[in-house]
């Protein structure tokens, strides 16, 4: 029985009718291999790439999987241009693996022919150390990272069954009771499944890859039931200082590990232990050459050599999606550590989706928002955009401004202010915790001013940003104000309401940090309302329909408000 609902089209886009009764089911089909291009009224449009293809691959779905699933909801015949793309590609993802092979790290090809022609590419002269066969090499343990990004570039994607070392043991259980609270503590299925796909007992299949799922459904709980599951030295990489220590007290709450074997390393403490939380900012902190000038050769980073030396277990990469540049370089040396990425969203503003998946991982699970939610585990949430004019004075402003000028005064709009105060009103008698977040300093200084309530910026220091999330979780204050520190790795379980007056461009990934801060379940099951106040008729408004892209393939829709009282 035909339930059409999708149309598949040549150039491997999928246009998902969002009237269909069907929708919801055949986007949740469609998710693991496609990603969302644009989502207007009706249409959603889904683009299927190669690398969505071996995401896909890499969990075990083929090309009969993927066509069975398209030819189920698709309205059309699926174009026989699809049907020979889809299939020529999944079957790529494992062509090309590495394997250990009398302790040699071998590069193996299931075709003698393609095998050659790759080693005679000009790219991979000098990856190449000794033919073994006609179909396989040895190659440097060295270049085991670089090499993988090179042959997913050229469209042949390895499958890494090299293995890992095991690192320095480490006995670490997860509690069953809560220290200090001794509520009961157990993983929910997902977080079990999650943790079990990515450790898969132990086997080479399984060791590096990367986990999506919303903020607030316990991505930090899962990366330490795969600590108990390695049972080795871990070091953990986070955006901030504020989440290596929110990592830190999780750990010494859910695992049997003590303070002595859980240490921090950043700008403000410098200590490494059995498991080590850093941020990424440490890690890609460059040397000073003697003169007080940073050095910009191959040891500039002067962390790198501290870290490589320590016999990790296994590495965890908080906010996977927020990777810095220099810790792909980190990372392609650490391809014989085991490797977990943590994130919301895989999207990339840099496009560098591909050293992602080459160098941490391909996705090896995630579960749609939507469904979470209707499983009580991250709270229901409802969207909101508010357009707001501008006066006369500004609009001639605007109108005579550069592109990058109009950005600023758009996302600067006096007349939001307003609108904060009537929000603040609004949510003033249902008593709930408000978190405004915004991009510009300035405009967050001045509205904290107006409105009397705390900002945190990245200026302001750790220890006090500390009391101030403490002072907001205990309910002593109801309302803060944050800039972008705030995006992510922040645990206010009680927040409720977000009100955006301003961000990144079109930033698909902020947008979807920015309603993960008040995802988490609320104990009177009470909603989670994200309003983005957006100038209207401007450049923000444009940006505003980019980074809602990412939320409307995870089921989200956006009421327009264009008066508000």
Not at 289 to 294: I, P, T, V
Not at 334 to 342: D, E, K, S
Not at 502 to 514: D, K, L, V, Y
């Amino acid at each position: 029985m035909k339930n059409p609902c999708i149309i598949v089209q040549s150039n491997m886009e999928v246009l998902l009718n969002v009237d269909s009764e069907l929708h919801h089911e055949a986007r949740d089909a469609i998710a693991p291999f496609t990603e969302l291009v644009k989502s207007p009224e009706h249409f959603h449009t889904y683009s299927i790439s190669h690398l969505s293809l071996w995401n896909a691959a890499s969990t075990g779905m083929t090309a009969s999987d993927v066509l069975e699933r398209l030819k189920k909801y698709s309205t059309y015949e699926i174009p026989a241009a699809v049907a020979t793309e889809v299939t020529e590609y999944m079957g790529r993802y494992g062509t090309l693996r590495l394997t250990i092979k009398d302790g040699n790290l071998v590069l193996e090809c299931d075709s003698e022919p393609l095998f050659l022609e790759l080693c005679r590419r000009k790219e991979l002269q000098g990856y190449i150390e000794t033919f073994t066969s006609k179909s396989s090499a040895i190659v440097s343990p060295f270049v085991r990272g670089k090499l993988k990004i090179l042959l997913t570039e050229l469209g042949f994607p390895v499958q890494d069954l090299a293995g890992y070392i095991k690192g320095d043991p480490l006995n670490i259980e997860l509690r069953q009771t809560l220290a200090n609270s001794g509520e009961k503590f157990t993983l929910r299925d997902y977080q079990k499944d999650a943790a079990q796909v990515f450790y898969a007992s132990g086997s080479e299949k399984g060791g590096s890859g990367v986990i999506v799922l919303p903020c607030g459904s316990g991505k930090t709980i899962i990366g330490m039931a795969a600590m108990a599951l390695v049972k080795a030295h871990t070091l953990i990489l986070t955006p901030s200082v504020t989440a290596a220590r929110q990592w830190i007290r999780e750990i010494l709450q859910k695992t049997n590990l003590t303070k002595e074997q859980v240490k921090e390393y950043s700008g403000d403490v410098k200590e490494i232990g059995q498991v080590t939380i850093a941020t990424y900012q440490i890690l890609t902190q460059r040397r000073k050459k003697n003169n007080g000038q940073l050095a910009m050769d191959n040891g500039e980073f002067s962390n790198f050599s501290i870290f490589s030396a320590q016999k990790w277990g296994l590495m965890i990469y908080d906010e996977v999606h927020l990777l810095p540049a220099p810790v792909f370089r980190f990372s392609a040396n650490m391809q014989a550590t085991r490797r977990l990425g943590l994130t919301a969203t895989l999207v990339r503003e840099d496009h560098k989706e591909t050293e992602v998946f080459s160098l941490i991982g391909p996705k090896k699970f995630d579960i749609p928002w939507r469904v979470l939610e209707a499983q009580g585990w991250i709270a229901q949430a409802k969207c909101h955009e508010i357009r707001v004019g501008m006066n006369t004075e500004l609009r001639m402003a605007y109108a005579v401004a550069s592109p990058r000028e109009k950005i600023a005064i758009s996302g600067c709009n006096p007349e939001k202010f307003e609108i904060v105060k009537k929000l603040l009103e609004k949510h003033s008698e249902e008593n709930d915790r408000i978190l405004i977040i915004g991009q510009y300093i300035e405009q967050l200084e001045n509205l904290a001013k107006e409105i009397n309530t705390p900002l945190i910026t990245g200026k302001t220091p750790n220890k006090e940003r500390d009391i101030i999330y403490d002072s907001f979780r205990n309910g002593e204050i109801r309302i803060l104000m944050v800039s972008k520190v705030g995006n992510f790795a922040i645990d206010l379980p009680d927040a409720s309401v977000l009100i955006q007056i301003s961000g990144t461009f079109g930033s698909r990934q902020e947008e979807a940090q920015r309603l993960g801060r008040v995802l988490r379940p609320k104990k009177d099951g009470r909603p989670a309302l994200f309003y983005s106040i957006v100038t209207k008729d401007s450049k923000e408004q444009e940006f505003a329909m980019n980074r809602q892209l990412f939320l409307a393939e995870q089921g989200y829709g956006y009421e327009i408000i264009t008066t508000f009282s």
